[in-house]
């Protein structure tokens, strides 16, 4: 009972946190005149949570940080790009990570980027009934095999902290 | 699995290079799904601005800039290309692309579903390489 409630207690934590950094980073400028590249901080959460506590938690953790972005910062719109490229990542981040064994942890973080990216591109081509966007897709892979190695190496950090148990 | 990654960027660094230098003729502009306004670059004599209005029924494009209440982008077309100087999206993305005058570079403004794309002279082929 006690273990449930810590972790619980852990997920709401995580949610809020990963909320929190995709506020902030949504503060931030554009860094490349490309719509859909961003540093994507919060994977790091993601991949946090799929390590150390599961599938399941890592996908509760991004399902409610997207609706919760969506209600406050965004619109229908944004919601279904995120859907997309958030799940999608989740997706590949489990595969990738029993693949590598849950080793590199790094290598899942950049599969997730990629893939992330990917679906976004695929949503856009609906959404705008045309497949000119292909035209991005270059450099949204490489974005986002560089961001997702990025918070790949973060989130490996980040798992190295030990918590202390009570 | 390194690998793939490793790849992948080789794939889309040769993409990127391959498809630099291409120029195109026909401005072909298209909201939601819908092409509302097209020309060709080389008969625009100064500038031409549009103010296109995303409107989900019935996207409309019209000569001018004025904004709109929702859903409006300001496009700017010269002999050199084309551009969007005023939306009222959020994060402006769409100002900052610039010009553009390639198929390799459209100018889209995703939350107005606006697309803004310089094809070739053959509707079918974008560049031809020898």
């Excluded at chain 1, 994507?40 to 150390?52: E, F, Q, T, W």
């Excluded at chain 1, 590199?104 to 081509?125: D, E, W, Y």
């Excluded at chain 2, 769409?94 to 310089?118: F, Q, R, W, Y």
Aim: charged share 15%.
């Amino acid at each position: 009972m006690k273990k449930d409630i810590r972790k619980i207690t852990a997920l709401g934590l995580l949610s809020a946190l990963c909320l929190a950094i995709y506020a902030f980073e949504s503060l931030l400028p554009p860094l490349l005149p490309i719509p859909g590249i961003k540093p994507g901080l919060s994977n790091i959460i993601i991949l946090y949570s799929l390590k150390r506590f599961g599938k399941k938690e890592a996908g509760s953790v991004l399902l409610v940080r997207l609706l919760l972005s969506a209600i406050l910062f965004g619109n229908a719109i944004s919601l279904i790009y995120s859907l997309a490229g958030g799940f999608l990542a989740l997706i590949i981040e489990i595969v990738s990570d029993k693949i590598l064994s849950g080793k590199n942890i790094q290598i899942t973080g950049a599969f997730g980027g990629l893939f992330h990216n990917i679906a976004q591109l695929f949503t856009a081509m609906l959404i705008m009934q045309s497949a000119a966007v292909l035209s991005y897709a270059p450099y949204l892979f490489i974005a986002g095999i560089i961001t997702g190695l990025f918070t790949g190496y973060a989130a490996h950090f980040m798992l190295k902290i030990k918590i202390p148990e009570t | 699995m390194t690998a793939i990654l490793i790849v992948i960027i080789l794939v889309s660094v040769i993409w990127i290079c391959a498809v630099k230098n291409t120029k195109g003729k026909i401005v072909n502009i298209v909201s939601n799904g819908v092409t509302v306004w097209t020309g060709d670059l080389s008969s625009i004599e100064g500038e031409l601005i549009l103010t296109v209005v995303g409107d989900p029924d019935t996207p409309y494009a019209f000569e001018g800039n004025s904004p709109q209440e929702n859903h409006y982008n300001v496009i700017r077309i010269t002999s050199e290309g084309a551009c969007i100087i005023d939306s009222d999206c959020r994060n402006h993305i769409c100002i900052h692309e610039g010009i553009t005058d390639s198929p390799a570079k459209p100018v889209v403004c995703l939350p107005n579903k606006l697309m803004i794309t310089v094809t070739g002279e053959n509707p079918d082929t974008d560049a031809i390489t020898y």
